[in-house]
């Protein structure tokens, strides 16, 4: 699976046994071995949208602070950082604002609806913009689970 190399095309709906499911059509670009076959469960890894410099808002879902009623000029802001003066300091992991998005994220267990000769057709979301490089790595977890029953 390390010769594998796949191109994010495009998302979609089909119908299989009358639900509406959501699968992603990716675009093979190198395969060398017969890996990919339907049914198979792949793991991806793939590097998520870049959402820029993001405040505690959109970045971890903070509730937004009151609009009226001696609010002024602190609607959008995160409230308090730390306490008094005895730590002194801010704890380390304090949800702060920074840049959001564009990390490289593994999703796990991907089956593989259908296969033709230079496209595949996947269950689910796939993250990241089109055209965005996707690397299958091999599902060793269930190789290893069927060895120990």
């Given at each position: 699976m390390n010769n594998i190399i796949l191109k994010k095309d495009k998302s979609t709906h089909i119908f299989i046994k009358g639900k509406l499911i959501h699968a992603t059509i990716l675009q093979i670009i190198n395969n060398n071995s017969s890996v990919l076959t339907i049914g198979t469960k792949i793991n991806i890894r793939c590097k998520s949208k870049g959402k820029g410099f993001c405040g505690v808002i959109k970045r971890y879902k903070f509730?937004?602070?009151?609009q009226s009623h001696g609010n002024?000029?602190?609607?959008?802001?995160?409230?308090?950082?730390?306490?008094?003066q005895d730590p002194g300091r801010v704890f380390k992991g304090k949800k702060m604002p920074g840049h959001s998005g564009q990390s490289y994220t593994l999703l796990k267990n991907i089956i593989i609806l259908k296969t033709t000769q230079n496209t595949l057709l996947v269950k689910g979301c796939i993250p990241g913009s089109k055209?965005?490089?996707i690397k299958p790595i091999h599902n060793a977890y269930y190789t290893t689970q069927t060895n120990k029953t």
């Open positions: 509730k937004s602070n009151r002024s000029k602190a609607h959008h802001k995160p409230g308090s950082i730390g306490m008094c055209n965005t490089l």
